[in-house]
């Protein structure tokens, strides 16, 4: 007789079977198999308490790490106690120029001043959102009786951020109490806090709170706040205890929270702001004078973004918690960063100078694949932030260097062998099928730093599109965009970019990976077609050679015999390259290139694969056998 | 002549009393969980056993069963439904079949359904047949709305 209940099998039909193999060993009752029994009846209870009871122990079990939590909530309590706050959303910034024409204005004081909060509306979509600025500006006279405010940095652009602000007051119980203040508001934009303590509720003077991811050194005098979202998606305040964390508000203490409510992602791409009232000052004669605020976008909104994402969180809380807020290894960068500017950030690589491509020991190299539709001057704005958080954060005398992404475009040149009488479907509707696939394939397999081109798993992926499809071969090449013009961001942040076509100037393309090797048949670098002396001109290499010349589409024949040379290893070189204009409403000029292995191809560094779709091509080719 | 031997545990066989019993085949709880004298429950038995799952049966919904939701007669719902010359066709028709699928050991013999409007009830009565034992029994409840 069975003397135990086996408790492996979870579901409900195996606990029932357990329990029907249990009384199978006894002859107490027989009538267990018949489902309308009374015994049956019974067995269900059992079964099913006990298999709801094994999931809730499954759950809650599965709730208890980061890596298999399903519950906002639950993620959020996990890496709150690896010292991990997720991100709250963040408001979309935008840059602008705000000036006044006093010009016939009488008593002009020398110095105009505008608070922050002054507030701008804009709409997108159709919805009004109120941007504010973030800080005190000021201006004096240009001689002109115009006023151009600048911040306190003396920089003319003048971030707004969108959001409303609004404000709570709690009143601080006894010590003893351990005050958590909750702010019921699920839109906070944590970077916008400010924190005030006041010594009573009536007082005017206050103290500013620091939050406590800002604090290199913490004393029993520090006076820091932790402010982070609760598991309800709301947000809590606390303190430290008094000694170790810093200062606790005493009773009585007034606490004032001020912050922006924000409408995250749905604030991007504001194009035109209006203020919201009239800039009013006094003048020198003690009269108030409102005037209207001229204001002109420098950049558009940019940098709104929803709160962290459960999968976010799951990735980041971990790394952020090894890195410890330091900058030690390349991956500390990286989380650092990534922690600081996500809203604006796709994907990052980073890497130690001792693996660039011309080591540089004692550096730092970053490469960020930044959110499409960002202006270059908020990217060079971001650099700019990034190398001050370094400046914190890093090893004494290490240096950050940039690089900025290198897409590798591939392109395929597809055919596959179909057998019609194998398939309902046409030849055309299955060479879609194979565009589709391939598309999706490129989608899914690449586009990200790291991510590499296999052509087998292409294959593979056309062979199962239909059984009519027999095989399948690809021949692969690449490309990368040659942009004849230079791009400078100057001191002040702003860009100037260049053009230098017409210019003769020296040009290097380097490719990931190596390149094939000159043979007498095939071409190893071709390019797109640009104008050269009037003429329709490509790149290609010479024969049997690894020179590169300028060929005249309509002779192929060579304009110029030597313009550069391509290496193995993948780098080209052009010496003197003036392109004088190029066709079809683009600005680069595709350097085509077939690599030495096309079966893989593999980014290196601060490359990322994208697919090329107008340079591929699709062919299926009917066969009868089978 | 040999003589028999027997081992210590068993005894001598031959003086022990030969008793005969017949082997229940179906054995069930009794669903009324009454006590006997020693404590335990009573047992359904045969015949009375597979009454209480025709029963059983009659008086389940659909969906009250876990991991079964096809499993019972659903009459009650049919309280709710206009009552009209179909309705005990109906009624018939889904006795008829959850028996078939969940009580093997009954085969139906007849069954009468009476829909009575003016007291919203239902009046069942199956006579089934216990398949191994040729047993016939009748089976009679009435169903019928909270007033």
């Known amino acids: ?56 122990a499954n759950y809650a079990l599965n709730e208890s790490f980061i890596g298999t939590a399903q519950l906002r909530s639950s993620l959020v309590s996990l890496s709150e106690g690896i010292g991990y706050i997720p991100d709250s959303k963040k408001s979309a910034v935008a840059k602008v120029k705000l000036s006044v024409n006093l010009s016939g204005e009488a008593n002009l004081p020398s110095k105009l001043t505008i608070a922050s909060g002054h507030v701008f509306n804009t709409t997108i979509d159709g919805v009004v959102y109120k941007f504010e600025t973030i800080a005190p500006i000021s201006a004096t006279n240009n001689g002109s009786d115009v006023f151009f ?34 702010i019921p508001d699920n839109t906070l934009d944590l970077t916008s806090a400010v924190i005030k303590v006041y010594e009573t509720s009536s007082s005017t003077s206050f103290t500013t709170y620091q939050s406590i991811l800002d604090a290199s050194a913490i004393t029993n005098s520090s006076t820091l706040y932790v402010l982070k979202e609760a598991p309800n998606g709301n947000f809590e305040l606390s303190f430290g205890n008094g000694t170790t964390l810093g200062k606790s508000p005493v009773a009585g203490n007034k606490i004032v929270v001020e912050y922006l409510s924000s409408a995250g992602s749905d604030g991007n791409n504001a194009s035109v702001f209006t203020p919201n009232t009239q800039f009013s000052f006094t003048n ?6 409102n005037i209207d605020l001229n204001v002109t976008t420098v950049n558009n909104s940019a940098g709104g973004s929803e709160k962290e994402s459960i999968e976010s969180i799951r990735k980041n809380a971990p790394f952020q918690y090894s890195s410890q807020n330091r900058m030690v290894t390349a991956n500390d960068y990286s989380s650092l960063i990534l922690r600081n500017f996500s809203n604006y950030i796709n994907d990052i690589k980073t890497w130690g100078g001792e693996d660039a491509q011309i080591p540089e020991f004692g550096a730092v190299y970053v490469s960020i694949d930044f959110i499409a539709g960002l202006e270059a001057e908020t990217i060079a704005s971001i650099k700019r932030d990034i190398e001050e958080l370094s400046d914190q954060l890093s090893i004494v005398s290490f240096k950050l260097r940039f690089e900025d992404p290198t897409n590798t475009f591939i392109s395929t040149d597809l055919s596959f062998e179909f057998n019609p009488s194998l398939a309902t479907l046409s030849l055309n509707t299955v060479q879609d099928l194979v565009r589709t696939e391939v598309e999706q394939y490129f989608s899914s397999a690449v586009g990200k730093f790291g991510q590499s081109f296999r052509r087998s798993n292409m294959l593979s992926l056309v062979d199962e599109v239909s059984s009519a499809v027999l095989s399948s071969k690809s021949a692969v090449k690449m490309h990368q965009r040659l942009i004849p013009q230079v791009t400078v961001t100057n001191n002040d942040r702003s860009v100037t970019t260049t053009s230098k076509l017409g210019t003769a100037q020296d040009y290097i393309v380097r490719f990931p990976v190596e390149i094939q090797g000159a043979d007498d048949i095939n071409y190893s670098i071709t390019s797109s077609t640009f104008s050269f002396q009037n003429k329709n001109c490509i790149l290609r290499n010479k024969l049997k050679t690894n020179v590169i010349q300028i060929i005249d589409l309509s002779t192929q024949s060579p304009v110029i015999d030597n313009i550069g040379s391509y290496e193995g290893s993948g780098k080209i070189t052009l010496t003197g390259f003036a392109p004088e204009s190029i066709p079809g409403g683009v600005d680069y000029i595709k350097v085509i290139a077939v690599p030495a292995n096309q079966a893989a191809i593999s980014p290196i560094r601060e490359s990322i694969l994208q697919y090329d779709e107008t340079e591929s091509s699709f062919r299926g080719l009917i066969v009868s056998s089978q | 002549m040999a003589t028999k031997i027997f081992s210590q545990e068993d005894g001598n066989l031959d003086a022990a009393s030969i008793v005969v019993t017949r082997d229940l085949i179906y054995k069930d709880i009794d669903l009324n ?115």
């Open chain 2, 33 to 147: 969980f009454n006590k006997r004298t020693t404590g335990d429950i009573f047992k359904k038995t045969e015949a009375a056993a597979v009454r209480q799952a025709i029963k059983t049966l009659i008086s389940t919904n659909r969906f009250e069963k876990p991991f079964k939701p096809d499993f019972g007669a659903d009459i009650r719902s049919m309280l709710f439904e206009l009552a009209d010359e179909k309705s005990g066709g109906e009624i018939i028709s889904r006795i008829k079949n959850t028996v078939q699928q969940y009580e093997p050991r009954a085969g139906v013999r007849k069954i009468t359904v009476e829909v009575s409007e003016i007291y919203n009830a239902i009046d069942v009565k199956i006579v089934f047949q216990i398949l191994n034992t040729d047993q016939i029994i009748t089976y009679e409840t009435t169903v019928s709305r909270l007033v």
């Open chain 1, 1 to 56: 007789m069975a003397t135990t209940v086996k408790s492996t099998g979870l579901d409900f039909e195996s606990i029932k079977g357990n329990l029907k193999t249990f009384l199978a060993a006894s002859d107490e009752f027989t009538d267990y198999n018949f489902e309308a029994s009374g015994l049956s009846n019974i067995l269900d209870v059992l079964a099913y308490n006990t298999h709801y009871n094994a999931l809730i």
């Open chain 1, 149 to 182: 405010f600048k911040t306190a940095d003396g920089i003319e652009n003048i971030d707004i951020k969108e959001g409303i602000s609004r404000t709570k007051t709690f009143i601080a119980g006894p010590a003893t109490e351990n005050d958590v203040f909750v």
């Open chain 1, 284 to 289: 020198n004669i003690t009269e108030t004078v």
